[in-house]
């Protein structure tokens, strides 16, 4: 593989992880919160579905999905020769 070739895959993939990083960040950020008052109807031990996803879910999605990322990129770099060394 001719490494300008491999350089475009790799940033196709890092682009591709990148969009769907940042579709779920936003969906998380903004969508969710939207449907606030729909949600306050689920309650989660005790307390409404729209304040748990606003204090509580929303954080823990993102500190998931830091870890799914840096796993995820990880993986690629290494798919292509260019992972750190540990």
């Known amino acids: 593989m001719q490494?300008?070739?491999k350089y475009e895959?790799?940033?196709e993939k890092t682009?591709?992880?990148m969009y769907i990083m940042m579709g779920l960040w936003i969906f998380f950020s903004f969508f969710i919160h939207m449907f606030v008052s729909w949600?306050?109807?689920v309650?989660?031990?005790g307390f409404p579905m729209g304040f748990y996803m606003a204090a509580?879910?929303?954080l823990v999605v993102f500190v998931a999905m830091l870890y799914w990322?840096?796993?995820?990129?990880?993986d690629i770099d290494e798919e292509f020769?260019?992972?750190e060394d540990r």
Do not use: T
Not at 69 to 74: H, I, N, P, R
């Open 81 to 83: 020769g260019v992972a």
């Open 56 to 58: 509580q879910g929303s």
């Open 3 to 5: 490494d300008e070739e």
């Open 69 to 74: 990322f840096a796993k995820a990129q990880d």
């Open 39 to 41: 949600l306050n109807a």
């Open 9 to 11: 895959k790799h940033w």
């Open 43 to 45: 309650k989660i031990l």
């Open 15 to 17: 682009k591709r992880l």
